[in-house]
């Protein structure tokens, strides 16, 4: 049986999976890449429904059972999702960057823990986390459709002749350098 241990690492804990061996190592990397290809394909297919401008039923996790999302779910679920951002942090900056596409990344933003000791939450923070938590499903498929057309742009450019130069604007069409956006992964 797999085992867990603890280390800690600063203010933040980690946790490093212990196995007894490598089948059971694939077995669980299994499981995991088979919840990420499922998770692709829902997203992908939800995108395909907005195209053909068909009901939307894509549901992350936090919305699992048709409940109303709850603040503390959702909260976890989107420090995952910050987790899973730190792994390729250049892309994100490009994203938060961006003008026009920071406000895919504005509904996540009040589900981030915030370190200030100052800071005092609006008065009506409940109904804008639940207009937050709305959108979140929306704001996460179309990321994935973004970063598909960003990673397709420089394989395109490179059957073309090359992938563009460093300080060329990017072909995905984001308005940044080549190097601030696709060429930063």
């Known amino acids: 049986?797999?085992?867990?241990?603890?280390?800690?690492?600063?203010?933040e804990d980690r946790h490093v999976a212990v196995f007894d061996d490598k089948d059971q190592l694939q077995t669980v990397l299994?499981?995991?890449?088979?919840?990420?290809?499922?998770?692709?394909?829902?997203m992908d297919a939800a995108f395909e429904r907005i195209e053909a401008k068909e009901?939307?039923?894509?549901?992350?996790l936090f919305l699992a059972g048709g409940a109303k999302a709850k603040p503390d779910i959702v909260r976890l679920w989107a420090r995952?999702?910050?987790?899973?951002?730190?792994?390729?942090?250049?892309?994100w900056i490009s994203l938060a960057e961006h003008e026009r596409l920071q406000l895919l990344l504005a509904p996540f933003i009040g589900f981030l823990?915030?370190?200030?000791?100052?800071?005092?939450?609006?008065?009506?923070?409940d109904e804008r986390l639940d207009e937050a938590a709305a959108v979140i499903p929306h704001a996460t498929v179309v990321l994935r459709k973004l970063a598909q057309m960003r990673?397709?742009?420089?394989?395109?450019?490179?059957?073309r002749g090359g992938k563009p130069g460093r300080n060329a604007p990017c072909p995905c069409g984001s308005g940044l350098k080549y190097k601030r956006c696709c060429g930063a992964n």
């Open 151 to 159: 990673s397709a742009k420089p394989q395109a450019a490179a059957a």
């Open 55 to 60: 009901p939307f039923d894509y549901r992350p």
């Open 30 to 42: 299994g499981a995991v890449m088979d919840r990420y290809n499922d998770l692709i394909a829902a």
């Open 1 to 11: 049986m797999a085992g867990f241990s603890r280390l800690a690492d600063g203010a």
């Open 80 to 91: 995952g999702f910050g987790k899973a951002m730190a792994l390729g942090p250049e892309g």
């Open 113 to 125: 823990d915030i370190a200030d000791p100052d800071f005092v939450p609006a008065d009506d923070i």
